[in-house]
C-alpha cells in the first residue's frame, strides 16, 4: 500500500515538472512573438517619419549660410592712441575717434538733419585722459551715440572759458544740432579751470551716472536752448566735500545751469557750489534733488529761478540742506514734497511786483529755534502787488516761524468789538482776499446782530450791536482770486 502511494506522489511530480518546462517554453515563444512584433513596429516607425522629415526638408541644401547679425560699432580710443594713465595729452586720438564716430554706419536720420549711428559707442575703457581743449564733434548732425565709461581730465593749460565735453556747433543752421547723445558712466575732472559738460541746442540729452568736479567760477553742466536734457544719478561739486568744509565760504561757481525748456534733474547731489541749480528757462522739473552746496548763511543758494514772469517749474521730493531755493517773480512754482534742513528757507524776491499760481505745500521745515521764517519776501526793489492764486499751507515746520497764506484765528471777550491779528502768520503784509467768520454767544437766550467791520493791515475786525460775551473764530485766505479774474 504504501509502495503504490509513493509511486502516485512520484508521478504527480513529474507531471508537475513537465507542465512547467511546457509553460516556459510557450512563454519565451510568446516574448520572441512580441519582440518581433515590436521591432517590426519600431522599424515602420522609423520609416515614417524619414519619409516625413524628407518632406519636410529642402530638396537640396542652401548654397551658402545666413549672414551673422553685425554688433554694435565701438571705437575704443586706445585705439587711435588715447594714453589712459592720463600722463600725455589724449585730445587729439579721443577727437579723431569722435569723428570716425560721426562718419560711422548712417542707420537713417532722427530729426532732420541729424544721422542715426545706430547706438554707436565711444569707449574711455576706464581710462583717465588728459585734454588740453574741449571735445567736439566735427560738426552738427549725429544722434543716438553714447561717450562712456572713463575719466577726463583737464591740463593745466585748458582754457578757462571751455567745456570739456562741448556739444554744441556755432556754425550750424539746424534747428537742433545733436540728438540723443548719453554722457554716461564718467568722472569728469575740470582742474578748476573751466567747465564740464555744455550742451548747447540739442535735443534729447542724457548725462546719466557722471560726477563733475572742480570746475572753475563757471558751470559744471551748462545746458542752454535745445529740449529735454536729463541729468540724472548723478554727483557735482566744485570740491570734493562731504559737508563741513573750512573752506566753504569760498565756493564760486554753478553746479548746474540750465537756460533753456522742459529738461530735468532726478535723484541728483550738488554738494558744493555757490549756487545748486540756476534755472533761467521754463518747464524745468527738479526731483530727488539734494543741494548742500554754499550755505544760504554763507551767501549761497541752493536753487535759483531767474525768469521773472514765467517761471513755470516744479521742484518736488527734494532736500535743501543749510541752502534755500530763490524765486524771481515767481509764476506758476510748484515747491512741494521738500525737506529744507537748517534754517534753510524760501525767498520770493520781486522784481516787477508779481507773483501768480504759486503753490508752497507739504513741505517739512526744520531750523534752529531762531525765528526765521520759513517763507520770505524780499521787496527791496517793488513791492508785490500782482499777487493771485498763492497758497502756502500744509508745511510741518520744527524750530522755524510759520509763514502761510491760509490762517485760522479765535478771540473770546465780553463786549461789542472782536480783534483777530493774523500778522505773525500770513505770508503777504495787508493782504487778505476772503474772510469766514462766526459768531458763538455764550448766553443761549442771546442773538446778536453782527458785522464785518474792517479787514486791514491783516487784520479782522468784528462788531456786533451789543455787548455779548462770544467767542468769535475766523478764517483768512491771501492767495485766492478775486472775482472776474
Known amino acids: 500500500m504504501d509502495t503504490m502511494k509513493k509511486s502516485s506522489r512520484d508521478s504527480i511530480s513529474v507531471l508537475q515538472w513537465v507542465l512547467t518546462i511546457v509553460m516556459i517554453l510557450n512563454q519565451v515563444v510568446v516574448y520572441g512573438k512580441h519582440k518581433h512584433l515590436q521591432i517590426h513596429e519600431m522599424k515602420s516607425l522609423r520609416a515614417s517619419l524619414m519619409i516625413h522629415r524628407n518632406l519636410l526638408s529642402p530638396i537640396s541644401p542652401p548654397t551658402s549660410p545666413p549672414a551673422a547679425t553685425s554688433g554694435p560699432v565701438v571705437y575704443r580710443v586706445t585705439s587711435y592712441g588715447a594714453d589712459p594713465t592720463g600722463r600725455s595729452d589724449s585730445t587729439d586720438a579721443i577727437t579723431k575717434a569722435m569723428k570716425d564716430a560721426f562718419d560711422g554706419p548712417n542707420h537713417g536720420v532722427l530729426m532732420e538733419g541729424i544721422n542715426n549711428l545706430g547706438g554707436a559707442k565711444i569707449d574711455l575703457e576706464g581710462g583717465t585722459y588728459l585734454l588740453s581743449r574741449p571735445l567736439r564733434f566735427p560738426s552738427a548732425g549725429a544722434g543716438n551715440l553714447m561717450i562712456t565709461g572713463g575719466t577726463l581730465r583737464a591740463s593745466e593749460d585748458f582754457p578757462v572759458d571751455g567745456y570739456l565735453i562741448d556739444l554744441s556747433d556755432p556754425s550750424s543752421k539746424l534747428n537742433y544740432v545733436y540728438e540723443f547723445i548719453t554722457l554716461k558712466d564718467m568722472l569728469v575732472d575740470c582742474n578748476y579751470r573751466g567747465g564740464g559738460i555744455a550742451v548747447v541746442n540739442s535735443l534729447r540729452t542724457g548725462i546719466d551716472n557722471c560726477y563733475i568736479t572742480h570746475f572753475g567760477d563757471t558751470n559744471g553742466i551748462f545746458v542752454r536752448n535745445g529740449h529735454e536734457t536729463y541729468i540724472r544719478n548723478s554727483f557735482i561739486g566744485q570740491h570734493i566735500t562731504a559737508g563741513g568744509d573750512k573752506a566753504e565760504r569760498n565756493f564760486s561757481g554753478v553746479a548746474i545751469n540750465l537756460n533753456g525748456n522742459d529738461n530735468a534733474v532726478?535723484?541728483?547731489?550738488?554738494?558744493?557750489?555757490?549756487?545748486?541749480?540756476?534755472?533761467?528757462?521754463?518747464?524745468?522739473?527738479?526731483?530727488?534733488?539734494?543741494?548742500?552746496?554754499?550755505?544760504?548763511?554763507?551767501?549761497?543758494?541752493?536753487?535759483?529761478?531767474?525768469?521773472?514772469?514765467?517761471?513755470q517749474t516744479r521742484i518736488v521730493n527734494s532736500y535743501m540742506d543749510y541752502t534755500g531755493i530763490v524765486a524771481e517773480d515767481p509764476v506758476q512754482l510748484q515747491i512741494s514734497g521738500t525737506?529744507?534742513?537748517?534754517?534753510?528757507?524760501?525767498?520770493?524776491?520781486?522784481?516787477?511786483?508779481v507773483v501768480r499760481g504759486v503753490n508752497i505745500v507739504d513741505n517739512m521745515f526744520s531750523g534752529s529755534g531762531n525765528g526765521v521764517q520759513i517763507v520770505q519776501l524780499d521787496q527791496t526793489s517793488k513791492a508785490f502787488e500782482g499777487v493771485d492764486q498763492v497758497v502756502v499751507d500744509r508745511n510741518s515746520v520744527n524750530g522755524m516761524a510759520v509763514k502761510s497764506t491760509v490762517a485760522k484765528g479765535s478771540v473770546d471777550g465780553n463786549g461789542t468789538t472782536w480783534t483777530v491779528d493774523f500778522n505773525p502768520v500770513l505770508l503777504f503784509p495787508n493782504l487778505i482776499k476772503h474772510v469766514e467768520y462766526s459768531v458763538v454767544a455764550r448766553d443761549a437766550h442771546v442773538f446778536p446782530v453782527h458785522a464785518l467791520r474792517n479787514v486791514s493791515e491783516n487784520r479782522v475786525v468784528v462788531e456786533s450791536n451789543a455787548p455779548v460775551a462770544a467767542s468769535v473764530y475766523v478764517t483768512v485766505d491771501q492767495g485766492v482770486s478775486s472775482f472776474g479774474n
Open 266 to 311: 532726478t535723484d541728483t547731489v550738488i554738494f558744493s557750489a555757490r549756487i545748486g541749480v540756476m534755472v533761467s528757462g521754463q518747464a524745468n522739473i527738479l526731483s530727488g534733488v539734494h543741494c548742500y552746496n554754499k550755505a544760504t548763511g554763507f551767501g549761497g543758494t541752493g536753487v535759483y529761478l531767474k525768469l521773472p514772469g514765467l517761471t
Open 339 to 353: 525737506f529744507f534742513l537748517g534754517d534753510a528757507f524760501i525767498l520770493l524776491k520781486s522784481v516787477n511786483g
